[in-house]
């Protein structure tokens, strides 16, 4: 599995910084099950969020990257496919918007960024010549939260 992380630079107080991965978040109908009265974590869930981590584990920056925490973001989440065709020609029934929380949720987790600094999200979906998901957080100078 693939992680790449790239620094697209500070432009008039914004950094980004995007990730790339080789598979999509679990939808949010699909994070919690409910057990015996309790709400728990699905396998998918559970599976996507350790694959977070440990993507992320290693990376040499961490210690920076944590620092960026408290500071406000915007999010771009990008689902890629070759096609969002079934091969009969009708369309995928997909979700975009389900998949935010997922990857908001196990990437602010890594890197101890507070998701309620979250300013602005965008989700969508492009025809690209990899199947997977781009994530970029933009974080910003001087914006007040409310």
Do not use: H
């Not at 599995?1 to 950094?15: E, K, P, Q, Y």
């Not at 699909?30 to 694959?51: C, E, N, Q």
């Not at 925490?69 to 020609?89: C, D, T």
């Amino acid at each position: 599995m693939l992680l790449s992380l790239r620094r697209t630079g500070i432009i008039a107080g914004v950094m980004k910084i995007r990730f790339q991965f080789p598979l999509y978040p679990p939808s949010t109908n699909a994070l919690f099950a409910t057990f015996k009265g309790r709400r728990i974590k699905t396998r998918d869930y559970v599976a996507f969020t350790k694959m977070i981590d440990v993507l992320t584990a290693t990376r040499s920056d961490k210690a920076q990257l944590r620092a960026l925490a408290g500071r406000p973001f915007g999010l771009v989440v990008e689902l890629y496919a070759p096609s969002w065709r079934y091969k009969n020609g009708n369309p995928m029934r997909f979700d975009c918007s389900n998949r935010i929380k997922a990857v908001e949720d196990c990437l602010c987790e890594a890197f101890g960024w507070r998701d309620e600094c979250c300013v602005e999200v965008t989700a969508v979906k492009r025809i690209g010549p990899f199947k997977g998901t781009a994530v970029t957080f933009s974080f910003l100078e001087d914006v007040d939260l409310i």
